[in-house]
Nanobody
Framework: QVQVAESGGGLVQAGGSLRLSCEASGSFTVIAMGWYRQIPGNERELIADISADGSIRYADPVKGRFTIARDEATSHLKMNALKPDDTGTYHC???????????????WGRGTLVTVSS
């Protein structure tokens, strides 16, 4: 079984920093990892992702402030200069190919809450 879990959320003042982590356990090959933010009443929006070849995408509002990195089956999102608009539940997504399968499957964590106060 594949399991994905996030950690690192919390309450921080504007201008502060947090480091989120997402760890996947099981047997698989990592294709891509990403972080998405969701607030009540809205769809999840891409914050950052990284593919197996190292290519990275960032949402415009976080460019220059957030950094995504991968260490084997774990992804990290370093969040600097946090703003109140960054508040939300952050979900990690890991695109993983399990043994004997051609296509990758997306696995979602249950989310970690980030609250940025003004």
């Amino acid at each position: 079984q594949v399991q994905v879990a996030e950690s690192g959320g919390g309450l921080v003042q504007a201008g502060g920093s947090l480091r989120l982590s997402c760890e996947a356990s099981g047997s698989f090959t990592v294709i891509a990892m990403g972080w998405y933010r969701q607030i009540p009443g809205n769809e999840r929006e891409l914050i950052a992702d990284i593919s197996a070849d190292g290519s990275i995408r960032y949402a415009d509002p976080v460019k220059g402030r957030f950094t995504i990195a991968r260490d084997e089956a774990t992804s990290h999102l370093k969040m600097n200069a946090l703003k109140p608009d960054d508040t939300g539940t952050y979900h990690c997504k890991e695109s993983l190919r399990t043994p004997g399968k051609r296509n990758a499957t997306n696995y979602w964590g249950r989310g970690t809450l980030v609250t940025v106060s003004s």
